[in-house]
Structure formats: C-alpha cells, structure tokens
C-alpha cells in the first residue's frame, strides 16, 4: 500500500513539474514574438491614439 502511495506521489511531481516547464517556454515564446512584433505595435499604438485624439477633437468642436 504504502509504494503505491509514494509511486502517486512521484508522478504528481512529475506532473508538476512538466506543467512548469511548458508554462515557461510559452512566456519566453510570446516574449520572443513580442520583441519581434514590438515595432509595428507601436506604429499601430500610435496610429490608435492618433484617431482616439481626432475623435476626441472632432466632438469638442461639436460641443
């Protein structure tokens, strides 16, 4: 009874840990992606806030 137990408890470790690493690879991957991507999210961030302020601009004429 008692092996059995203790097999259980290695493979929830096991498990865990497996569970970690792929959690991790997946942050360095988007990390990865972002560092990449970064520059044409920022043309776009300022493109957005570019429109946000004309908006903005166009209903304080209207006021």
């Given amino acids: 009874n008692n092996n059995n137990n203790n097999n259980n408890i290695e493979?929830?470790?096991?498990l865990l840990?497996?569970?970690t690493t792929t959690?991790?690879?997946?942050v360095e991957?988007?990390?990865?992606?972002?560092?990449?991507s970064?520059?044409?999210?920022k043309s776009?961030?300022?493109?957005d806030t570019n429109n946000d302020i004309t908006k903005e601009q166009?209903?304080?004429k209207k006021k």
């Fill in 11 to 14: 493979n929830d470790t096991t």
């Fill in 17 to 19: 840990t497996t569970t």
């Fill in 23 to 26: 959690t991790t690879t997946t």
């Fill in 29 to 36: 991957f988007k990390v990865k992606t972002t560092k990449t």
């Fill in 38 to 41: 970064s520059r044409k999210r």
């Fill in 44 to 47: 776009n961030i300022i493109n």
């Fill in 58 to 60: 166009a209903i304080s």
